[in-house]
């Protein structure tokens, strides 16, 4: 029965169930919403926001470092912009962005008319710009943002002013945000499918989505627990990290890197599901490996517990401890590996084409093997001592975080933004935003692999002037890449705005639930379960 339908049938429920059938109007629409497309929307806006403030913060950085010498800004603002430019990237930007395509898309693959925690999920994402708030108030105080790097290693950021508990509290908020979220995209998962659809049949982001939330479960409240210990240190007379009073600063690097490095694939799986779902559309064949990738997403995700203090090879283990985590790092390679072959066999012999999503998606596998191997290159214990802290490292992680979870990101906006939006982007314009990105991301991390390995130590804001001529490049790339994505936001907003109408399928040859329904979604749907079967499964 449709909805009209029961408006007919039941005309004095008319007007109370009307606002169960459309959004509000107005502002209060997107305070007081719990429709699953609508908080997706805020995410996904909020993340945009939150892309433009960290990169501002990066062209700092690359300003300062353009040319040897100390030329923009003082040291310890320069390290406040390193600390604060990765916490609002990983936290601010690649999280809820992820969070935001989860809360569009995994109730509609599935089947469901909803997330399964509707008022919790406004909750979650109403919560993020307070934390953030918060978080960048911090640079405003006398005593300066947070300046001790991401880690937040003491005893280095113990010595910060009176705003540092103002970035605890924040990093508290951000920390419930994810784990509320994560409880959401769980029960949705576990108990909002229709009747045919086992888990052997879910699309290949909705597996990576439901293994990313268990990480975020078990790995936030660790990291909750360290910088909670740090706030008593600091304010409260303990000693937890403190050798005078007996503690230990190496064990908060054990407690921080038991949640570090399961975030580090909190913040790439979600994007292995998203280049799973657009690489076997574009390549015109089902996904290769199905059950394999399932599995190889979950034995990373189990491995991404025991290997954590590949981070702090140079802290003193004994070397049973350093062969135990070399090892188990370069095990954690082989269902990568796997992943990396599957997409690469799905698009064998396919009737590939390459419009905008699939640039993006097949960029991303090719960079982000790139950034795997420099990771295998580190997980080797006797060369790590001479990569650590250096621009070798920094080189490494942007490339699996830029050209890996930021390009999939793109990747996934270009090909759900039809659907979203009921009108196509400018195809020609997408290309270019491609095109330029992968030139100018090159120009900037790949000369970092060439200063860190002759020695350049990261977090520093002058240089020796041998270091000079690849900085001055990266510098280049930084200000190209940044400027860039100008373009992304205009062919988001123009194609908001209006284009070519988009049909129900979209891509010819997309499968999967979400794709059964009208381009744009509509505000409610999967109000009756679908029926399952093979052909609506992307696999």
Not at 11 to 32: C, F, Q
Not at 310 to 339: N, Q, R, Y
Not at 457 to 468: E, H, K, L, Q, V
């Amino acid at each position: 029965m449709s909805y009209s339908d029961k408006a007919h049938a039941h005309p004095g429920h008319d007007e109370h169930d009307d606002h169960h059938h459309g959004p509000a109007p107005g502002l209060m629409r997107w305070v007081t919403t719990t429709n699953h497309k609508d908080i997706g929307t805020l995410y996904l806006w909020f993340a945009l926001i939150m892309f433009f403030i960290g990169g501002a913060m990066a062209l700092i950085i690359r300003l300062e470092l353009g040319s040897p010498g100390l030329q923009f800004v003082d040291p310890m603002f320069f390290n406040s912009m390193t600390t604060m430019h990765a916490i609002v990237m990983i936290f601010g930007v690649i999280m809820p962005a992820f969070v935001g395509l989860a809360n569009w898309m995994i109730p509609m693959m599935i089947g469901a008319p909803d997330m399964a925690l509707p008022r919790l999920n406004n909750w979650s994402f109403w919560i993020m710009p307070f934390a953030f708030t918060i978080m960048l108030s911090t640079l405003f105080m006398d005593s300066g943002g947070p300046a001790g790097g991401w880690t937040l290693y003491p005893p280095l950021v113990l010595q910060m002013g009176d705003s540092f508990a103002f970035v605890i509290f924040a990093i508290h908020f951000m920390g419930i945000s994810s784990v509320m979220g994560s409880i959401n995209i769980v029960a949705t998962i576990f108990n909002m499918r229709p009747p045919g659809m086992t888990m052997m049949k879910m699309p290949m982001f909705v597996w990576t989505w439901l293994i990313t939330a268990y990480l975020l479960i078990a790995t936030i409240p660790v990291f909750a627990g360290a910088v909670t210990m740090l706030l008593t240190d600091r304010f409260f007379g303990t000693s937890f990290f403190s050798a005078a009073g007996g503690g230990d600063p190496v064990m908060f690097q054990h407690i921080f890197w038991f949640f570090g490095h399961p975030e580090v694939y909190i913040l790439i799986l979600p994007a292995f599901g998203i280049v799973s779902s657009i690489i076997p559309t574009f390549a015109r064949k089902p996904l290769f490996g199905y059950d394999s990738m399932v599995y190889a997403t979950a034995s990373i995700a189990f491995l991404s517990f025991i290997v954590w203090a590949h981070h702090m090879f140079t802290t003193g283990m004994p070397l049973a401890g350093e062969l135990f985590f070399m090892f188990s790092t370069m095990m954690i390679s082989v269902p990568t590996g796997v992943k990396v072959f599957n997409w690469v066999a799905t698009m064998w012999r396919g009737s590939m084409t390459f419009e905008t999503p699939m640039l993006f998606a097949v960029g991303f596998v090719i960079m982000f093997t790139i950034g795997g191997l420099s990771g295998l290159m580190l997980a080797i214990t006797p060369a790590d001592i001479q990569y650590h802290d250096t621009y070798f490292v920094v080189a490494h992680f942007h490339y699996v975080l830029v050209p890996g979870a930021i390009y999939s990101l793109m990747a996934a906006t270009y090909y759900w933004i039809p659907k979203w939006t009921g009108n196509m982007y400018d195809e020609t314009l997408g290309k270019w935003h491609f095109w330029i990105s992968t030139i100018f991301v090159n120009v900037l991390f790949f000369p970092m692999h060439f200063v860190g390995l002759a020695g350049m130590p990261r977090r520093i804001p002058d240089y020796n002037n041998i270091f000079a001529d690849w900085n001055f490049i990266a510098t280049i790339g930084a200000f190209g890449f940044g400027f860039s994505q100008l373009l992304f936001v205009y062919i988001i907003l123009k194609c908001i705005k209006g284009g070519k109408e988009a049909t129900s399928e979209v891509w010819e040859g997309a499968r999967g639930l979400e794709w059964t329904v009208a381009s744009p979604a509509p505000y409610h749907t999967f109000e009756v379960a679908p029926a399952i079967t093979d052909t609506t499964i992307t696999r």
